[in-house]
């Protein structure tokens, strides 16, 4: 697209999701995120019922008279997108594909974080790193990273998760909060996942289509591999082709919920057919239920 539709887009994008965060998510995402601990304030003069194991006995030493560390929440903290660009993310069968959701779930976290003052960055990825933007505060950065997404071309042609957490891992050098949005269609980065999850505040955005499950019925069509480039004819009228297809789908997302499951993982699951505050309120409220 060229320069004055994306800059439209852009800016579509942001009128909508900044008034889902002003209405709905700001507050939601700050309980959710804690920040990551405690962190020395001042000194002040002991009080009747303060902790004394918080008295400072260098201060308390010099001025005759005791004094105790005071502690806050240490709240900034660092937002990391990792978008799939991937050529499965452009497929989609009604007003939007996988990566049009994507793109709105990522502005409307990316919103929240700077409104809570904390960082954003954003890495792209297909079966490579395609493009990384380090991590900063402020409207204008979130307005690049949504106009990189929408404006992303991959060069490459399939998923290679296992290289996106790599790279995230060496780039980040102090706990952060990362986000994967991606169809998961990938295979071999479950030793990455675990890694990252004990390293990062590690939460799975699993954007599918519901034409993905169901074949129609259409009679003999050439189905070709977004990723693979690979062309299969399938006999769509055939109550068995589109019943081995649908099974063969829902064990790989069976399969993939179990996994998530196992490594403890925060997930969002959003279908492109169904509007994704939903979700994204029901995933704020079982990180802030759980404390």
């Not at 994008?13 to 700001?26: A, D, P, Y």
């Not at 194991?53 to 990792?82: H, Y």
């Not at 079966?127 to 991959?154: C, F």
């Not at 269609?185 to 955005?205: S, V």
Request: proline residues 3%.
């Amino acid at each position: 697209m060229d320069s004055k539709e994306l800059l439209k887009k852009v800016r579509k994008i942001e009128i909508r999701t900044k008034g889902l965060v002003n209405s709905v998510m700001g507050g939601e995402y700050q309980s959710a995120f804690k920040g990551r601990g405690m962190e020395f304030s001042e000194v002040r003069e002991y009080t009747f019922g303060d902790d004394v194991r918080q008295i400072d006995w260098n201060v308390t030493a010099r001025n005759g008279s005791p004094f105790i560390k005071v502690f806050e929440e240490e709240r900034e903290q660092t937002l990391m997108l990792c978008v799939d660009i991937s050529p499965s993310g452009f497929f989609g069968t009604q007003s939007q594909s996988k990566m049009d959701v994507a793109t709105e779930v990522c502005a409307v976290l990316a919103f929240s974080a700077i409104q809570n003052n904390d960082k954003v960055g954003l890495l792209l990825f297909s079966d490579h790193v395609e493009a990384v933007i380090p991590p900063k505060k402020g409207r204008s950065h979130v307005l690049r990273i949504i106009r990189d997404v929408l404006n992303a071309h991959p060069t490459g042609k399939g998923t290679n998760i296992r290289e996106a957490l790599h790279y995230v891992n060496r780039l980040l050098n102090r706990r952060s909060i990362v986000v994967v949005a991606s169809d998961f269609q990938d295979q071999g980065y479950q030793k990455e996942l675990r890694m990252t999850r004990g390293m990062h505040d590690l939460i799975c955005l699993q954007i599918e289509d519901k034409a993905e499950k169901k074949l129609p019925d259409m009679g003999l069509l050439p189905v070709k591999h977004p990723e693979t480039g690979e062309t299969q004819w399938l006999d769509t009228s055939s109550k068995r082709v589109r019943a081995e297809h649908e099974a063969s789908y829902v064990q790989a997302q069976n399969d993939l919920e179990t996994m998530f499951l196992k490594m403890k993982l925060d997930t969002i699951r959003i279908n492109t057919n169904d509007s994704y505050v939903k979700p994204l309120v029901s995933f704020f409220q079982r990180r802030i239920h759980r404390g």
